[in-house]
DNA sequence: CTCCCTGCAAATCCTTTGCACGACA
DNA sequence: TGTCGTGCAAAGGATTTGCAGGGAG
């Protein structure tokens, strides 16, 4: 993944924050268990796996416990799904409709961000821009509409698919 | 459905005559007809209930069976979901998943505009801005991204459940 | 010790497909 | 007449749930 500051360097810091407290594993069992939830190892894995941010850091549930497997651990499918449930709930991961076939989850750092999903290699560039994120507020607020959550995501061809 | 033009006016009469154009049921046949198929009943009667715009424009895939079953109109389910697709493949109607849950189907006015979903009522607010939509294929191209389509929804409280 | 969490299996939901019949060109 | 379109039933895949046993606090 390649992550992408268009607009503020100060967001880009913020960013790199996140991402960093999100990968010791002491903090994140400390997350699990800041929002009442037992620190049991599947929950413990999985949020490790979303945590390496080394591949692909949008993975479908499946992925999640196709790795999980390959490290060897015994979790069920059912469960990878309820663990992420609980921490979309929780606020502790994020799931994403990129084709509206199968979910994808990643860490929730806080901080929103948008996607550029090519269509041929499925890489995920990830942006954040405050211009458009500040515009729709705009734009929403002339609605009287209150943003609680948005979805901005570009299909395309990248670079290095042309 | 409440439409909004927030940037041009030329905007919102291209759209106005989308609208009228498609609500046409001769034009709307003839459309069919261009994109290589066969003009048939379920075909004209999936189209004209998406081109009934009085209530909610964005339909499930059952909800427009239902719409045609209360119509009196014998079709299947999966005839309705086949000549959808076959609807999205000819660029006649869009499909979009707000939830990631049940897609939903659109006439597909050839113009590109966004969505505010409200969590409450499921009302769903269009809005065009070519603002972001500049901004995004300036970003998109600062990282040799080509868009051929995006996804940008809000997901909120509208005015009315507030 | 008690309640929460998990695994297993089965169920559910939306959506797609196989097949044979009927309709239009 | 041949191909395309449809209905029906069944399959398919992702996700969820019921239940009983096991582990965390």
């Known amino acids: ?3 992408v500051v268009c607009v503020s360097m ?3 810091l913020n960013k790199e924050i996140g991402k960093r407290k999100a990968m010791d594993a002491e903090i994140l069992d400390q997350d699990i268990k800041a929002k009442g939830l037992k620190v049991t190892i599947p929950r413990m894995k999985v949020l490790a796996v979303l945590s390496a941010e080394k591949d ?3 993975l479908s549930a499946e992925e999640v416990y196709n790795r999980l497997l390959a490290m060897g651990e015994e979790v069920s499918l059912p469960t990878v799904y309820r663990v992420l449930a609980q921490f979309e709930s929780a606020g502790l991961v994020k799931r994403h409709c990129f084709d509206g ?3 994808v989850y990643e860490i929730d750092d806080g901080e929103a961000h948008n996607h550029m999903v090519c269509v041929c290699c499925s890489e995920v560039i990830e942006f954040v821009d405050s211009v458009i994120a500040d515009k729709l507020q ?3 607020a002339y609605q009287g509409f209150t943003i609680s959550d948005y979805n901005l995501v570009l299909h395309g061809v990248c670079a290095q698919c042309k």
């Open 1 to 3: 993944m390649r992550t």
């Open 10 to 12: 100060l967001e880009h």
């Open 56 to 58: 692909a850091p949008h």
């Open 101 to 103: 076939d199968r979910a």
């Open 138 to 140: 705009r734009l929403a």
